[in-house]
């Protein structure tokens, strides 16, 4: 069955710094994936979709990469602020786009 | 454009009751998927529905179940309530099936004592 891993265990990064979340997936091929930050108690925001075609991807101080052949994806935080600390979720998505990681915590310490 | 809007925010029920929660998605959405979350499982999805059709489902009993209105609007309805029914329910909308990214409710707080 399908399967994703996230880190689960909390990240804890410097102000200023770049945090890079990791997410493997296992038995399937997604045609794409998604990346979410999820505050406590509020549903997830969505933040970068990037496709199989794609190797990378950009937003502000966003980046996401896609490597098919590792199965796996790395969400880059640069330049991390207290206000990014939330938990980051990943979703590969394609034929199954329900299935998502059970995230990573970031916390960043000013 | 207003965001995904779910109702009610918070609710409290005894076991074996029944319970409908409410889902207005970001108009011109036409896809609504349910999640459950809970912090052992993480998200876990419950069903999406298309033009009023449920196009798929997760591994959940048949106590759960849904709808889709013409106007995109969703409900999702658990019967016979159990203690580990109490989670964050979600509703997300997208534009379309696939390909599309998912925009969230702020969920409803379902408590089951």
């Known amino acids: 069955s399908q399967k994703i891993e996230q880190n689960s265990e909390a990240l804890n990064i410097q102000e200023g710094k770049t945090a890079t979340l990791t997410c493997n997936y296992t038995?399937?091929?997604?045609?794409?994936l998604q990346w979410y930050r999820q505050d406590p108690g509020r549903g997830p925001v969505f933040l970068l979709l990037?496709?199989?075609?794609?190797k990378e991807k950009r937003k502000e101080r966003l980046k996401v990469t896609f490597d098919t052949t590792l199965k796996q994806s790395l969400f880059h935080i640069t330049a991390s602020q207290p206000a990014d600390s939330a938990t980051y979720l990943c979703?590969?998505?394609?034929?199954?786009?329900?299935?998502f990681g059970t995230g990573t915590r970031l916390k960043v310490l000013a | 454009k207003a965001g995904v809007t779910q109702t009610p925010r918070y609710l409290i029920k005894t076991r074996g009751q029944q319970v409908t929660l409410s889902c207005s998605p970001i108009?011109?959405?036409?896809?609504v998927s349910w999640y459950q979350q809970t912090p052992g499982q993480g998200l876990q999805f419950l069903f999406e529905?298309?033009?009023?059709?449920?196009?798929n489902k997760g591994n959940f009993p048949g106590r759960f179940s849904g709808r889709q209105f013409s106007n995109s609007r969703s409900e999702m309805n658990v019967s016979t309530l159990e203690l580990g029914d109490s989670a964050l329910y979600l509703c997300?909308?997208?534009?379309?099936?696939?390909?599309?990214?998912?925009?969230f409710g702020p969920g409803t707080r379902l408590t089951v004592t």
């Open positions: 997300a909308s997208s534009l379309d099936l696939a390909g599309y990214e998912q925009y």
């Open positions: 038995n399937y091929s997604p045609a794409y």
């Open positions: 990037i496709r199989e075609n794609e």
């Open positions: 979703a590969p998505s394609g034929t199954y786009k329900y299935i």
């Open positions: 108009s011109g959405h036409r896809s």
């Open positions: 529905y298309f033009s009023e059709t449920q196009r």
